[in-house]
């Protein structure tokens, strides 16, 4: 289902609020809200709570590349797209929270933010996800043994 879509059902339904965590990182979970935006007529309250994008295993830890500031203008770009409630998801800390919460506070400006713009400050969305490989690729393949 897309999300403009799902924004109409939320509304049918009579929810208070809705919307998306997690995914691969801040600007796909954008992408998201955009579309929740998009919906027709009245919508109940937007939900965004964005991951601090693909983890990765670096020196036996998981880390995550969203840094603090990059948190902030997700939590900004979230706000100016459309989500009154705003959060973070996997990797999230509360170094990045509280940047997140900071940025916030100082935001006066409830100017909208176009799809462009956005893309601009967390970069094109979908961008980095990994490829499917091609048919026959990526799996090793047995040879059945000879009886």
Known sequence: IQPAAFAEQAAALGMAGFGANCGIGPSELLDTV??????DGHKPDIIAKG???IPAYVEGKIHYHGTPELMADYAIASLRAG????GGCCGTTAEH???MRGALDKYTDNEPISRQEAAVILGEPWANVPQAPAQGEGRKRRRKREK
């Open 34 to 39: 955009f579309g929740f935006a998009e919906a």
């Open 51 to 53: 991951n601090c994008g």
């Open 83 to 86: 989500a009154r409630i705003i």
């Open 97 to 99: 929270i509280k940047a």
